[in-house]
T-cell receptor, first 112, second 115 residues
Framework: QQQVKQSPQSLIVQKGGIPIINCAYENTAFDYFPWYQQFPGKGPALLIAIRPDVSEKKEGRFTISFNKSAKQFSLHIMDSQPGDSATYFCAARYNQGGKLIFGQGTELSVKP | DAGVIQSPRHEVTEMGQEVTLRCKPISGHNSLFWYRQTMMRGLELLIYFNNNVPIDDSGMPEDRFSAKMPNASFSTLKIQPSEPRDSAVYFC?????????????FGEGSRLTVL
């Protein structure tokens, strides 16, 4: 049973485009929703995160939109660059200090 | 500061052999997680520890897998006997439980190939 569903599986955009990656969850016990970025041969690294009492969070070119009633959240990358090409994972955490459940990942390619 | 350190980075072994993966978490972190990454299944949580105590091992595939954390600075994941389907990248991550961000810091992974 997949607790965090992520789409699309892969995404190709041109430089300057705005890729959007979507995630959905079912369990209302989740209290923290981070996005991780992974480059080939490396471990995932935290990119940006949001808590369910906030509808939007922006850090630089990265924005999370959160819809608590729909149990959905998404990552937008403004003015995407070839250096943003990586695999992106959404995740959800059970209560403070609990385990982090990841979505399936989205492989993003930004073409020059 | 040093990040999460995993060893070995690469391991190639034959089916039936014992495999031991090692992890040193970030000093001061009291939660440790073992994840497995494959193309088919993505990032799966295998087990996690709080203050060296296993809290949830429901993701451990079967009895061939075992994990220990004898102290705050060391953990092992053992597979015995190994099978080809265990081939994957195994990540260790640590965090500070109760920290405001709850951020997980991942190591660079151990790539396991079982022939």
């Amino acid at each position: 049973q997949q607790q965090v569903k992520q789409s699309p599986q892969s995404l190709i955009v041109q430089k300057g485009g705005i890729p959007i990656i979507n995630c959905a969850y079912e369990n209302t016990a989740f209290d923290y929703f981070p996005w991780y970025q992974q480059f080939p041969g490396k471990g995932p690294a935290l990119l940006i995160a949001i808590r369910p009492d906030v509808s939007e969070k922006k850090e630089g070119r990265f924005t999370i939109s959160f819809n608590k009633s729909a149990k959905q959240f998404s990552l937008h990358i403004m003015d995407s660059q070839p250096g943003d090409s990586a695999t992106y994972f959404c995740a959800a955490r059970y209560n403070q200090g609990g385990k982090l459940i990841f979505g399936q990942g989205t492989e993003l390619s930004v073409k020059p | 500061d040093a990040g999460v350190i995993q060893s070995p980075r690469h391991e190639v072994t034959e089916m039936g052999q014992e495999v031991t993966l090692r992890c040193k978490p970030i000093s001061g972190h009291n939660s440790l997680f073992w994840y497995r990454q494959t193309m088919m299944r993505g990032l799966e949580l295998l087990i996690y520890f709080n203050n060296n105590v296993p809290i949830d091992d429901s993701g451990m595939p079967e009895d061939r897998f075992s994990a220990k954390m004898p102290n705050a600075s060391f953990s092992t994941l053992k597979i015995q006997p190994s099978e080809p389907r265990d081939s994957a990248v195994y990540f260790c991550a640590s965090s500070k439980t109760g920290g405001a961000s709850g951020e997980l810091f991942f190591g660079e992974g151990s790539r396991l190939t079982v022939l």
